[in-house]
């Protein structure tokens, strides 16, 4: 069985007037790390436990991005001002939210392909040395996807696998769903 290996192709498609645009791509981003955050459920009754689980609240985010991230871009995923080649940052500058779509790169050489809707990003941190050492200085962000809702349900996250693809006997669905898979990094694809 593959196992995952890294991130790559990772894009921020920012969600405006309940429509996304066009993923961004953030080709400088150098680590992702994504955590599940639940709520615990638990029902009682006649003085036993007669259910317990967890429900997804969110799913956090960490992103690592190289300094070589233009401003431009950082405006468009952060929600800062960008005219005439200065970005902005007011205590104003609204978080965007979006959708955060990344691809992982499997062991067998296939890959799977995520998408967090309802991202938020944020910039939390910056470094630099006054003597460099040729290392990159990294950004530091984070943020989290929430619940969205789509087609009257509530959906977080979605993923799709070229190995499920592949293995797909019906021909219809198969080609649906490569189409999906194809057009990943061009438009947000949304839960069937």
């Not at 007037?17 to 639940?38: H, M």
């Not at 296939?110 to 006054?130: G, Q, V």
């Amino acid at each position: 069985m593959a196992r995952e290996k890294g991130a790559r192709k990772v894009h921020f498609a920012p969600l405006k007037a309940n429509t996304y645009e066009t993923p961004i791509s953030l080709k400088w981003c150098t680590s992702l790390e994504t955590e599940n955050e639940y709520t615990d459920v638990q029902f009682n009754g006649d003085c036993t436990i007669e259910y317990e689980g967890k429900n997804l609240d969110k799913i956090n985010i960490t992103l690592g991005i190289s300094s070589a991230l233009p401003n431009e871009t950082l405006a468009k995923i952060c929600g800062y001002d960008y005219a005439d080649g200065v970005m902005s940052i007011s205590p104003e500058s609204i978080s965007l939210n979006g959708a955060l779509l990344f691809e992982v790169l499997m062991s067998d050489g296939t890959t799977k392909r995520k998408c967090i809707y309802n991202a938020s990003l944020y910039k939390n941190a910056s470094s630099y040395e006054t003597d460099s050492t040729g290392e990159d200085a990294i950004y530091e962000f984070e943020g989290a996807g929430i619940p969205v809702e789509i087609g009257g349900k509530q959906y977080i996250m979605i993923e799709m696998s070229q190995s499920d693809i592949d293995a797909m006997a019906d021909e219809d669905k198969k080609t649906t769903a490569q189409a999906k898979y194809d057009s990943w990094f061009e438009t947000v694809v949304l839960p069937a």
